[in-house]
């Protein structure tokens, strides 16, 4: 099947037909640890305020994985992905937006009226999207849940118009694809919630898509000291390619490699792209006294930090989490957009290559190896 199968509307007088659900090929898990499969799954047409989105591109995040492996609690059968562009196809009653606008999904479209939304900081909005959301059906009539209420994965999504956000025409569809996940939260990190100054030094734990974000935006801050870390040695070019000034391997000799490079004190910022005690534990043994620990890794609720009392006295350091970047996507995602358009944001790096929907569960495999940066799926 080439796309979405729409359903024939009826001609004439009279009233208006029920719309009928679309079908289309999706990547869906039917139980965590499950073989995933490509199947075929109904959405429903689009409601008020609601828009159906024919998808171009979509990547493969470590969240995605965290989804089917466990680390995050999901109901089944589920479809994947929640970073992705495409066009609007359909629209339904109320919806400003015009048919064939190519937009970028956002899996925590805030509500604008609680009281974190109206102080100013939307990623914590209270109504942010559950880890799945049920919607439509797989083809056998078993309800379905989608991923951060995307399911992105797929031919097609049928989404809150507030879910999307306008973009320019003619992107590069893989690299336009990661502005909703891996590059706002990468970029954010940096320009929000650490405000990383030029002069100051990085050190960035973890080298997937979002990890190659920070090292990208640390370089476009002015961070004269930029250290790439992970335990793969085969991640040093990609380091070196995003904007590292040096790449060390996460071993025993790690904090004396990083005060090495930082005059013995440590860099002033580091930043966990990981998600787990380990590596939350060396980026703050990595930093200097008064620096920052920004946590950017989504981890497990049962996975504990443990850092002495006299050791927090003492450092004066700040530990602290960048949830979306810090960022309100409506607003930021345009910004990404443009300088993408102009030039003057090279995603490249971060795409290791592009596959088809059929490919994608190996993606999965090669990213529970830690193979890459982001790999994305690309539909015509």
Not at 75 to 85: D, I, M
Not at 230 to 240: G, I, N, P, T, Y
Request: proline letters at 6%.
């Amino acid at each position: 099947m080439s796309g979405p199968e729409l359903s024939s509307a009826a001609s004439g007088g009279g009233p208006e037909p029920a719309a009928e659900p679309v079908i289309v090929r999706a990547l869906i898990a039917r139980s965590s640890g499950a073989e995933l499969r490509i199947e075929r799954v109904r959405l429903p047409a689009p409601g008020p305020g609601e828009v159906r989105v024919r998808i171009r591109a979509a990547g493969v995040c470590h969240s995605d994985l965290s989804m089917v492996n466990g680390t995050l609690a999901a109901r089944f059968p589920l479809v994947l992905g929640h970073e992705a562009t495409g066009v609007v196809a359909e629209t339904g009653p109320g919806v400003d937006l015009a048919v064939g606008t190519p937009v970028v999904l956002n899996w925590a479209p805030a509500c604008r009226a609680c009281w974190w939304c109206r102080r100013g900081e939307p990623w914590l909005c209270a109504d942010t999207t559950a880890p799945t959301v049920p919607r439509g059906e797989t083809d056998d009539g078993v309800p379905l849940h989608l991923t951060l209420g995307l399911g992105a994965l797929a031919e097609a999504v049928v989404v809150p118009e507030r879910a999307v956000i306008p973009i320019p025409a003619g992107l590069p569809a893989a690299q336009a694809a990661l502005l909703g996940c891996a590059v706002l939260t990468g970029v954010g990190a940096v320009r929000n919630t650490a405000r990383v100054a030029p002069g100051e030094s990085v050190a960035v734990v973890g080298l997937g898509g979002v990890g190659l974000a920070v090292l990208t935006a640390a370089r476009r801050a002015g961070a004269t000291t930029i250290l790439a870390i992970d335990v793969a040695e085969a991640k040093r070019d990609l380091a070196l390619a995003a904007g590292a000034t040096d790449f060390l391997l996460s071993d025993d000799r790690l904090s004396k490699e990083v005060r090495a490079r930082t005059e013995s004190r440590g860099v002033d910022h580091a930043f966990e792209c990981v998600g787990r005690a380990a590596t939350i534990r060396a980026a703050w043994r990595l930093t200097r006294r008064g620096g920052a620990v920004t946590v950017v890794g989504m981890g497990a609720k049962d996975d504990m930090v443990s850092l002495g009392a006299l050791d927090i006295f003492h450092s004066a350091r700040t530990l602290r989490s960048s949830v979306y970047g810090s960022s309100d996507p409506d607003r930021e995602v345009p910004v990404l957009a443009a300088e993408l358009a102009a030039g003057a944001l090279d995603l490249r790096v971060l795409v290791s290559g592009t596959i088809g929907l059929e490919e994608a569960p190996t993606a999965f495999e090669r990213l529970a190896r830690g193979e890459g940066a982001r790999w994305v799926v690309t539909l015509n």
